[in-house]
């Protein structure tokens, strides 16, 4: 299209350009200029067309937005607004003006003048003409009466008139003498034969004509007469060569009257003819301005299409459009410094992608360690708002991990009720200790009622950087039961070697006594004697029993560990306890893997169980024991459940520790014992109330080592 365009523009100019030429030409204009004419009219209709053409594309494309359109709607515009404030004066004057000078050529005084100028000039050359004439019949006579050699008499005469050359010639074209000032010129330049039969006729012949390219002459033929009749008749030919300037201007004039005879002629048609002219000429012109607008549009919107393409490119990501440098001038600049500042977004990107990636590695690395931490980790930002909590902070805590969004920690309280104490140590420390850190020791009650120990640290971050604070806490609940474990141990140890070691003599004592004074005591006396030795012996032994539990409870094991079959072992306790008018249902999982266990430590954990379960169960109608095995996430599952009267909420926190019971006849140390060979096994143990009522141990013990 664009090569089509250009093409037209260059025929019109070029049209324009030979319509004015053959103008200039009658000859040429009157031949061809209904030629050139049509052709305007079919270039200017096919200008016409293709601009239609563009502007039903230029439309299409505004209704689809595309770049560059409006640019090219207003380059249109501007340049035809141009073309029509500049060309549309012009035309008006041109066209008054080619009706004015038209009418200014065929005035009357300008027809007399120039008839007058050629009539001067054709005057000029008929006096030059008779003035030779004239000079050629005084020659004839000359040469009629001169006797001897004609060639010398000739040669005479011609230089005494000044004549440019002299031929004596017969009416047949025979040359008899020849005379001329050219050196040059060997040959006469003969006359036609018709003007020979003239001469024969005894006419004379006076012409003015050109001779070849040598120009206009005046030729003069006058008969010569011959001394004999048998002669053949001779001429006398003079040939005068006409003034170079006056010629020119005789030629001048001459042309110019036939001209202006013709344009008088053709006066109406010529001012219609220039006028169609002119108009054609402001048509292309005007059409070659609006498809130039179009390819300049097109030119100038291609650097600027191609720079947004790549702008919608580097908007997706995609930096590798780099446009070509087409030129030096301001796009090619602008090209060029997009191109860099190009290259610099996609290194800049890259280094950020590659920082981007490295913090993602250093927080997932992060998130891994604090994930993988044992205790849990806070941090809030300056204004107490939690940005990070790890998996171990909700696990001790028992909290979800969107409770606390949305919230400062002051407001914690009033939505999270458990971590009222929490949130008033932190608070406290933070608006107290400043940069210092901090250390405080809290008992903490969780949402499904177990208490927990926490042992809270925190400190503020940095002034420099990320500002806030971090508050990292660990449940050292197992820890204090640890201790309290070890100084329990260490009191019961004291206790069996302090209370031990007088028990037998008591008791062998009281059997003494007895012994020797039952036969020499009155009878009530004896009986008496009897009753309170029996009582000595009877607490004596109950003394010795708590003194082996004291032992056994402070005393290290020595765990003798094999594979057990865990069922078997339930098997083989429960028969033990089928006659004690109890129901004692069991549910054992069929194909439980054994265990890694010491046989004897485990027969202890069951009968504190289901002695437990039975002392629970006391006065309770349809008593019931439920007791159950099953494959579990960590290991083997062992299920103690009754119906009886459950555990005392005031002493569930603390059911593990020595001396804690709720049986009036108890020692307490039953379940501390349990717990500990349970520990030793390196297993779990829950103990929970059962609604409406009724109490369930629940032991996870690990499977045998492979």
């Known amino acids: 299209m664009k090569a089509l365009v250009f093409l037209c523009i260059v025929a019109g100019a070029a049209l324009v350009y030979l319509m004015s030429e053959a103008s200039a030409n009658n000859a040429v204009f009157a031949r061809n200029y209904q030629l050139l004419f049509y052709i305007g009219i079919g270039l200017a209709a096919g200008l016409g067309s293709l601009i239609v053409y563009q502007l039903i594309l230029l439309r299409r494309k505004m209704s689809a937005r595309v770049f560059g359109s409006k640019l090219t709607l207003k380059l249109v515009l501007g340049l035809t607004a141009m073309v029509l404030i500049a060309g549309t004066p012009l035309y008006m004057i041109s066209f008054q003006f080619l009706q004015r000078s038209i009418e200014s050529w065929f005035d009357v005084r300008l027809d007399e003048s120039m008839k007058r100028g050629l009539q001067l000039g054709q005057r000029v050359l008929q006096a030059s003409l008779k003035d030779l004439q004239q000079k050629g019949e005084a020659m004839s006579v000359a040469l009629a009466n001169a006797p001897g050699d004609e060639q010398a008499t000739l040669n005479r005469l011609r230089d005494l008139y000044s004549i440019d050359e002299a031929t004596l010639l017969t009416t047949r074209r025979g040359i008899l003498a020849h005379s001329t000032a050219d050196p040059v010129s060997l040959l006469p330049d003969l006359p036609s034969p018709d003007v020979l039969r003239q001469v024969r006729t005894q006419q004379r012949v006076a012409k003015i004509e050109p001779i070849g390219e040598r120009g206009l002459y005046l030729r003069v033929l006058i008969p010569v007469s011959s001394m004999s009749i048998s002669d053949d008749a001779r ?41 169609l002219s002119l108009t054609l000429a402001m048509l292309v012109t005007f059409f070659s301005a609006i498809a130039f607008a179009f390819y300049f549009s097109d030119w100038l919107s291609a650097p600027l299409s191609a720079l947004a393409e790549s702008t919608r490119a580097i908007a997706k990501g995609d930096y590798s459009k780099l446009n070509p440098v087409k030129s030096n001038d301001e796009f090619g600049v602008l090209t060029q410094s997009f191109n860099t500042m190009t290259r610099q977004i996609a290194d800049a990107t890259q280094a950020m992608e590659r920082n981007q990636q490295q913090l993602e590695d250093a927080k997932t690395y992060l998130e891994s360690i604090l994930s993988n931490l044992t205790s849990g980790v806070m941090t809030f930002d300056e204004r107490l708002y939690l940005k990070t909590i790890n998996d171990a902070a909700t696990k001790i805590l028992a909290v979800p991990v969107n409770a606390f969004h949305g919230l400062k920690l002051p407001d914690w309280p009033r939505h999270v009720q458990e971590m009222a104490p929490f949130a008033e140590i932190a608070l406290r420390q933070f608006a107290g200790s400043g940069m210092r850190q901090w250390e405080e020791q809290m008992e903490y009650r969780r949402s499904d009622g177990q208490p927990r120990t926490l042992l809270m640290r925190g400190t503020r971050l940095g002034m420099s950087g990320e500002s806030g ?30 209370i031990k070691n007088p028990l037998t003599p008591i008791q062998l004592s009281a059997e003494r006594l007895e012994h020797k004074l039952k036969d020499k005591l ?19 032994s109950a003394l010795k029993g708590m003194v082996d539990d004291f032992t056994q409870y402070a005393h290290a094991s020595r765990m003798n560990a094999r594979a057990v079959n865990l069922n078997d072992l339930v098997r083989e306790v429960l028969v033990l306890y089928e006659a004690m008018g109890v129901a004692i249902e069991p549910r054992l999982a069929e194909n439980l893997p054994a265990i890694y266990a010491d046989p004897a430590m485990l027969r202890q954990v069951l009968h504190n169980l289901f002695q437990n ?94």
């Open 522 to 540: 009155p009878e009530a006396e004896a009986e008496v004697l009897k009753r309170a030795t029996g009582t000595i012996v009877t607490h004596v």
């Open 469 to 498: 604070s971090v508050v990292v806490f660990d449940d050292i609940t197992h820890l204090m039961q640890a201790q309290r474990d070890a100084a329990w141990g260490e009191v019961a140890r004291r206790l069996a070697h302090e």
């Open 235 to 275: 001429a006398l030919q003079l040939v005068q060569k006409v003034p170079t300037a006056i010629a020119e201007d005789a030629q001048l004039a001459e042309k110019g009257y036939t001209d202006y005879s013709q344009l008088v002629l053709a006066r109406t048609d010529l001012k219609n003819i220039f006028l």
């Open 613 to 706: 379960a039975l002392d629970a169960l006391a006065g309770v109608e349809s008593p019931r024991i439920l007791v159950s095995t099953s494959l579990g996430t960590g290991g083997v599952l062992l299920t103690v459940r009754d119906n009886g009267t459950g555990i005392a909420e005031a002493v569930m926190g603390r059911i593990f520790e020595p001396y804690v019971t709720t049986k009036p006849k108890g020692t307490g140390l039953g379940l501390a014992i349990v717990k500990k060979i349970v520990d030793e096994h390196h297993g779990r143990i829950l103990v929970e109330n059962v609604k409406p009522h009724g109490a369930t141990v629940s032991i996870v013990l690990p499977q045998k080592a492979a």
